[in-house]
């Protein structure tokens, strides 16, 4: 049996990365003296690994995360003012449910969403 440990972010800056994936997520930020990365501890499942690197060519897939929220434009908000940018919002109805999602970008262009079920 395998553990996901980390979620890996290839990124320019793993010190502004992880100050804002951090706070985005209520991390907390693992000590590591002898390592060119950073590490942000989640409460429950994986960490997040922010290392200086490439981001690869046009056709490796990019990370991209999903969040779930009561209130998804609080959320947002919240996720602007630490530094996230707004892509686009968008709605989609099923028989019983309505999601509504918005498309962010972390500081370094790395996409995720916060989506809201009614």
């Not at 709605?91 to 962010?104: F, I, R």
Request: hydrophobic share 35%; glycine share 6%.
């Amino acid at each position: 049996m395998i553990e996901l440990e980390h979620i890996t972010f290839a990124c320019e800056d793993p010190e502004e990365l992880a100050t804002f994936w951090q706070r985005a997520v209520d991390g907390e930020r693992r000590d590591l003296p002898s390592f060119d990365s950073e590490i942000v501890d989640r409460e429950r499942g994986p960490a997040l690994l922010f290392k200086e690197m490439p981001k690869g060519t046009e056709r490796d897939l990019p990370i991209h995360l999903d969040f779930a929220a009561a209130d998804r434009a609080t959320a947002v908000e919240r996720l602007t003012e630490l530094g996230a940018s707004v892509r686009e919002t968008k709605t989609e109805s099923g028989e019983g449910y309505t999601a509504t999602w918005t498309v962010l970008e972390d500081p370094e262009g790395n996409g995720f969403c916060v989506t809201e079920y009614e």
